[in-house]
């Protein structure tokens, strides 16, 4: 690993070769330096360079998928505010089935198979609150810990006395707020699994944040490709060009180490010009094009002085507005972005406060269904807020028109819902039976290949009896 004192020139992964200023080299400059977590630089090398289309379209791929990989991972079911006191559920339409969270008597959140272990009925459906957990078909009932509380005519089940009919249990552990369920018993815990995650979220705890909104809706693709697709910013390019004269997009840091299989991260500055800007323009001109387009065509763009940079004024802006914390610029103005392998992106700053989940169609590779979470900072010494009803977005319902986001930021979700029913749409197509990734700005998407086939080697899973 490169240092934090090593020249900023030479901290980047050796590989990486644009034209536009490094991450290191602006954050460099900013006027409130950042956390030594943000000047450390991975070396973002991994080998899988392309991988088969069938992984995105193979109902038999996803099969083994569930079997090899799902089983094994620790992956995010709910936020412990969905469920505030005992007897609170709700249900999550997993990779693995549907499942309940459930806050038991003693406070403990307990996840379960939403499923009967007399005839499969499912349990639960939707959130709510019960004292037990009550089957609809015949009414056999469990306490919130999932014991057996009640069989009716239970001296028809006498031959049943040495079977388990407690609820079926998965394992759960909290991290900042959030509950990871885990179908493995011999896993290991959650954070190790978590890794260093555990270290760049030390100081920016979810645990003193909660879901203010979230948003529901289904994207018409495999669920790998849609993290993909938001786990690089290579493809402003194509996708999103109004945020070419600012968006950072060649500037960004992509850091993958070696050790840490389950996270990688994105820095990427917001301020700079993209290498992919077919022109020169000034600092004015990137101030100019931030502004109207976050801000809305009518914004007040103030002239620069000679030396100044819109980056600078940025940050300067937000910092004077007082409910934003007293942080560096970095962690001010850019999207610092996280991924826990399989399926959740989780961001790391103040101008995007937001986790992604996206959740396989048990039944259909070709559907995603992508959870949007939006953190506000749990209110001091006032009352926590009741916890929010999903919004779902149906198809022809465009996250511009969902109220939630400023325009700018609706129009990106809409750019990338439509990109990603097309590129599913293009892998249908087929052609080159193998896809290709770039080897620094897509290594991220390398990683993710590479991690799920080291759980693929492994096998299926041998359920314990
Ligand atoms: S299927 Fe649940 S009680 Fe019969
Ligand atoms: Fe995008």
Redesign the pocket.
Known sequence: MLTADAPSSARVAPHRAAQAPTYQQVIARDAVPPLPIFTEVAPSEVAVDAVDRTRYLDPAFAQAEREAMWSRVWYLAARVEQVPEAGDFITYEGPLGSLIVVRDDAGTIRAFRNS??????K?CVGDGAVARIT??????SWHLDGSLAHIPSRWDFAEAESRDLSLPAVRAEEWQGFVFVNHDPAAPPLDQYLGRMLTDFAAWDHGKRYAAKILRKTMHANWKACIETFIEAFHLVGIHPQALPFGGDTSAQYDVWPDQPHMSRMLQPLGIKSDQYPRDISEQDILAAAMQTIMGPEADVPVLSEDATARAFLAQMLRSNPATPAISDTELLDAMQYSIFPNVVLFRSTFYPYLYRFTPDAADPNRTTYDFYLFEPLPEGEEVPPPVEIIELADDTAYSQSGVFPPWLGQIYDQDTEGLARLQAGLRAGGHDQIVYARYQEVRLRQLHQVLDSYLARGPVVQAT
């Open positions: 009967c272990p007399h005839r499969g009925m349990l089957c609809p078909f015949h009414s056999f």
